[in-house]
């Protein structure tokens, strides 16, 4: 789980007076014209009506949306595209492949960009997320033949038999950080809920895709089913919490706003033994802001919480069945192109910006660990590049994020580019790069380069028959039987 700063304030589409303050003075204006108390009552309300729904906008717009959609279907990748995400993505593997434990198949949180030894802090620490998407990684690799089959096969084994039958958990629910050599907590972690969606997001891809294998599909069946959902609702009816510590209890933050939860609300819906209710899908707020004539929903600033869950989760022409019909993989579309001129209108500050070299998302900086990003504006921003931004937008914007990508490595070459692929981050205003990469960051790379590409990631996990039944429990229809199922009009 990231730790957030303090939310920006965002303007959620609400009168903050309520609907009646509309009406009212509405009315008042219509029977001052002199028409009649009927009139006067229609007319104001059929006004209101307008001004209300007014402030809830689609998505995006249809000029915004129609002609992304066309664009993205008629990409193609040219025989040097398809090299150079073949070598990033080799290297991504790569960090999975050498920085996950023979034994436990525990993931390092993060390792030098070079491979050398890290510090004794951080040396033994692995991430639960970074494992999620290892075990992702391991299918990817298996399919493209960077690693055999049976080996691939073997790795995973060993990763779900000791989630399965050895590591500690809660109710289901696992450590955020795990010491990779025996699963012993640490830095007194909490018992993370988004962390354990993420695990299980590579935990259910490779039960898809090693769906011949009776033993991978036992035991990722058993972690899964283990999850007490309702547990982690610490008494509300909807709102899961952030996690859980042995120390003081449940975290007092729910997952009430738009952000990364949406695999792990569908996870949670569509549990065959421990569900929570499907209403728990409407029961967080949808902000929404607007900026560079793209309106999106919205609620902190880094980038990855339009990302990770788009990562296993085919949100693809499927939108909610409800007003405004929200369409998520759209959404995360508008958030990045809105964030890549967000960065663009900070070059005058940052030169360093430019068309493809942008980017900011939760990383590393000179001064530690920041949760950036933006639209808004974080005052942090000094200009630092964080190359997974637009590596985790590879599958809804390839037209913006592989040049960027590109870009990036050949102006600042081995600079930034190495063993596992991109370094954390780097700012090109100053010279500074990070020493380390992160495995969640190199994970969503990863996975979003390989769904651009094949769409695999996707395939796997949705086989998984839990999770298209939560969509449908949830309203969130392919667009063709969303459209049959909205109310017909009546004929006048």
Not at 416 to 429: C, L, M, S, T, V
């Amino acid at each position: 789980m990231r730790v957030r700063p303090t939310r920006a304030k965002v303007w959620a589409g609400k009168n903050p007076r309520g609907r009646g303050a509309v009406l009212c003075p509405l009315f008042a204006a219509t029977r001052q014209a002199g028409l009649s108390f009927v009139t006067a009552r229609l007319l104001s309300l059929l006004l209101s009506l307008g001004l209300i729904f007014s402030n809830f906008p689609l998505p995006t717009s249809a000029q915004q949306t129609a002609p992304v959609q066309q664009q993205r279907r008629s990409l193609r990748l040219s025989t040097e595209e398809q090299a150079f995400l073949e070598d990033l993505s080799r290297r991504a593997f790569r960090y999975f492949e050498e920085q996950s434990d023979s034994r436990t198949g525990l993931t390092l949180d993060r390792a030098r960009a070079d491979g050398l030894l890290h510090d004794e802090n951080h040396r033994h620490t692995a991430s639960i997320a970074a494992t999620g998407f290892g075990l992702t990684a391991l299918c990817i690799a298996a399919e493209r033949g960077w690693l055999k089959r049976e080996d691939a096969r073997a790795r995973v084994r060993v990763s779900l038999r000791f989630f399965a039958e050895q590591s500690p958990h809660e109710h289901g629910w696992f450590y955020h950080w795990m010491d990779w050599r025996d699963g012993s907590r640490r830095w007194r972690s909490e018992i993370s809920s988004i962390d354990t969606a993420l695990l299980l997001g590579g935990v259910l891809t490779a039960r898809g895709y090693f769906s011949d294998d009776r033993e991978i599909v036992r035991l990722a069946t058993l972690i899964y089913e283990r999850v007490d959902f309702p547990w982690m609702l610490n008494k509300h009816p909807t709102l899961l919490s952030h996690g859980w510590y042995p120390e003081r209890g449940f975290i007092k933050n729910r997952w009430d706003t738009y952000s990364e939860q949406l695999s792990l609300l569908l996870l949670a819906i569509g549990s065959p033994t421990h569900p929570i209710s499907p209403g728990a899908w409407r029961a967080w707020e949808r902000r929404r802001i607007t900026y560079a004539g793209f309106n999106y929903m919205h609620a902190h600033p880094p980038l990855f919480i339009h990302q990770y869950s788009h990562a296993w989760v085919d949100f693809r022409e499927r939108r909610e069945n409800w007003y405004p019909y929200m369409d998520y993989f759209e959404n995360s579309v508008a958030a990045t192109r809105a964030h890549r001129q967000f960065c663009l209108d900070l070059a005058d500050e940052f030169p360093g910006y430019t068309s493809n070299v942008w980017g900011i998302s939760a990383s590393d900086s000179p001064r530690g660990y920041v949760v950036w990003g933006g639209p808004p504006r974080d005052a942090a921003i000094d200009g630092t590049v964080v190359p997974y931004a637009a590596g985790g937008s590879l599958m809804f914007t390839p037209d913006i994020a592989l040049p960027a990508l590109q870009t990036m490595r050949e102006r600042y070459g081995p600079k930034i580019y190495g063993r596992y692929g991109f370094a954390d981050a780097f700012n090109p205003n100053n010279g500074w790069v990070n020493p380390d990469v992160i495995g969640i960051d190199i994970g969503i790379t990863l996975l979003s380069a390989e769904n651009l590409r094949t769409g695999n990631v996707w395939r796997w996990f949705m086989r998984n028959e839990e999770i298209p039944r939560a969509m449908r429990l949830v309203g969130l229809l392919p667009v063709r039987q969303e459209n049959r199922q909205q109310p017909r009009r009546k004929a006048a």
